[in-house]
């Protein structure tokens, strides 16, 4: 039996990609091992969204550069997409290169490998299909990942996703309902519908737009929480909010990169909103019953951004008060339209405005998460941390929320509780079960 090492680097839809390639593998004969050095066939699914992250697998390849007797290397995803064939020329001991719109190939480019074939590639970005796999490997039996739409249509100037990822191909909502019932049938209760840009989904064959496949998930019987990633504000709509209105399944979650305050960056940046579009969008959530929890990325030191401009992001933050943020130093990447643009921010510069942003954002989250002490929020546990000795919840709201272990305590994970929320840090939140024997009355 052919033994593979897979290692995964960037986002969900490529976490959730590796997911799929091992399921193909293990079906076709394959058992997966936990270090490169037990396998015959080491895989990295790799990420391109900044340079840091693509010099990590050069960094990994080159590990085994003069070490590689008996093995085959595989490299697979965003960097695979963007540097095609190069990457045999940097490294001659890699075999396969194969970017995530040709996945459905890999059972053929397995064959070609098993044959000793060494320059198998699968590279072309024509591609109509989604990758569906009959088996997936999912490692959490409580929560799971449905891909309901791949590549990207939008042309933001930083971005290599729309080049390495393709154009925009929906699932349909009947495989994607087939999908979640099937997954809530095996005791799956939370579900993350994934795409670069979900909001622009749209059912190729009846047209149901995403508000409508994410009303029709939620009523699946049995799931207890369902959010999504990423989305596009151009293309959020105001009945996303409704759908959440509606329905406690779907999340009181929702992740929606700004990137930037200032509307002259938005538009350098490609990004089809202006800061007040970007806000009003931003109102209908913070109208919402629910208590809509709000996360973002940020991008500083984007070509041409003055002081002004990143005031601007400062005092949007204050504004929306976000529950956390991502954020990032602008990255220069191939290809993409922001090459052509002159007037680079100095790197020095980039990593003050970084540090100053993400100071900024620790005390808003300070602020935030101390107005929850005292209050009660259901989470789903996720497991438990021997070191601190308590269990990790997370609540609808995505937020960390850890609580000690009782006395009487078997395993909780999977489970739902009530968590009487005692302590607030900038990032996680400390409780007690109200349902255990060492809650205080
Ligand atoms: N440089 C820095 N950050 C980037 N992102 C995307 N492209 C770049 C780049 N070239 C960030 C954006 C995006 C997140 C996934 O990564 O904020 O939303
Ligand atoms: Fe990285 Fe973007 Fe590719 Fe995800 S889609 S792996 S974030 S480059």
Redesign the pocket.
């Known amino acids: 039996m052919k033994k593979f090492y897979i290692e995964t680097f960037g986002?969900q839809m490529n976490v959730h990609d590796s997911e799929k390639v091992i399921g193909t593998l293990e079906s076709r004969g394959y058992s997966q091992v936990e270090t490169p050095d037990a396998a015959d066939l080491v895989l990295y699914n790799t990420c391109s969204?900044?340079d840091k992250a693509e010099q990590k697998v050069f960094a990994r390849l080159q590990e085994f550069k003069k070490n590689h007797k008996g093995k085959q290397f595989g490299v697979l995803g965003c960097v695979a997409q963007q540097e095609g064939e190069r990457i045999f020329e940097k490294a001659p001991h890699v075999s396969l290169v194969c970017g995530s719109a040709s996945y459905n190939s890999l059972p053929q480019m397995l064959v070609q490998l098993e044959a000793g074939n060494k320059r198998v590639t699968g590279l072309s970005l024509d591609t109509e299909d989604t990758f569906e796999t009959p088996v997936t490997r999912r490692d959490n039996p409580h929560r799971a990942y449905i891909t309901i739409i791949e590549g990207c249509d939008k042309s933001c100037a930083?971005?290599v996703v729309p080049f390495t990822r393709g154009p925009e191909r929906s699932r349909t909502a009947e495989s994607v309902l087939a999908e979640a019932r099937q997954l809530a049938d095996m005791g799956y209760t939370d579900i993350q519908l994934l795409g670069q840009n979900v909001n622009s989904y749209r059912d190729p064959r009846g047209g149901m737009e995403f508000a409508g496949l994410l009303r029709e998930v939620g009523r699946v019987p049995g799931l207890r929480r369902v959010r999504f990633t990423t989305s596009h504000p151009r293309d959020f709509g105001k009945d996303i909010v409704d759908a959440i209105d509606e329905n406690p399944v779907l999340a009181n979650f929702v992740h929606l990169?700004v990137?930037s305050g200032s509307t002259r960056v938005l538009a350098a940046m490609q990004r089809q909103y202006t800061r007040d579009q970007y806000m009003q969008r931003i109102e209908w959530m913070k109208n919402s019953p629910r208590s809509i929890a709000l996360s973002t990325?940020?991008?500083v030191g984007f070509p041409g951004e003055t002081e002004e401009d990143f005031q601007a992001t400062l005092a949007l933050l204050d504004e929306v008060e976000y529950d956390s943020i991502f954020s990032?130093?602008?990255?220069q990447?191939p290809n993409t339209p922001a090459l052509r643009l002159q007037d680079q921010v100095p790197e020095e510069e980039k990593s003050r405005r970084l540090t100053i942003l993400q100071e900024k954002q620790r005390g808003i989250q300070l602020r935030r998460n101390a107005d929850y002490i005292g209050r009660v929020e259901e989470v789903q546990v996720e497991g438990f941390n021997k070191a601190t000795s308590q269990w990790i919840g997370r609540t609808s709201q995505n937020k960390t929320l850890n609580f000690a272990r009782g006395t009487g305590d078997g395993e909780l994970t999977g489970q739902y509780l009530d968590v009487r929320v005692l302590r607030a840090g900038p990032n996680s939140l400390v409780g007690e079960n109200t349902a255990s024997g060492n809650a205080l009355q």
């Open positions: 986002c969204i900044r930083y971005c990169p990137q990325d940020i991008i990032f130093k602008y990255s990447r």
